[in-house]
Nanobody, 116 residues
Framework: QVQLVESGGGLVQAGGSLRLSCAAS??????MGWYRQGPGKQRELVAA???????NYADSVKERFTISRDNAKNTMYLQMNSLKPEDTAVYYC????????????WGQGTQVTVSS
């Protein structure tokens, strides 16, 4: 089993910054990622990072968000800069445990609200 604890959400004005953290306990992890679900919208991928630190981002957050991970701490981060009201959503972390077959685990979600 993998347990995930998210932190760092909150209320910020447009143009501000927040950093989300996702701390994992348990198994060795492969890929990790951040997803978000805005009001009335489907959950979407924001950014992902592989075990070898390859990253990819949604077009809407490129140049503004940075995903990173600290394997020694089993923790993933999302640095969010130049936040916009449309970034308002519940942000979820997801990890893929190195099991056979690979298993997905989700965090509980953290609210990010960007005011205009």
């Amino acid at each position: 089993q993998v347990q995930l604890v998210e932190s760092g959400g909150g209320l910020v004005q447009a143009g501000g910054s927040l950093r989300l953290s996702c701390a994992a306990s348990g198994r060795i992890l492969n890929a990790m990622g951040w997803y978000r679900q805005g009001p009335g919208k489907q959950r979407e991928l924001v950014a992902a990072i592989t075990a070898r630190d390859s990253t990819n981002y949604a077009d809407s957050v490129k140049e503004r968000f940075t995903i990173s991970r600290d394997n020694a701490k089993n923790t993933m981060y999302l640095q969010m800069n130049s936040l916009k009201p449309e970034d308002t959503a519940v942000y979820y972390c997801k990890v893929v445990a190195a099991t056979f077959p690979p298993t997905d685990y989700w965090g509980q979600g953290t609210q990010v609200t960007v005011s205009s």
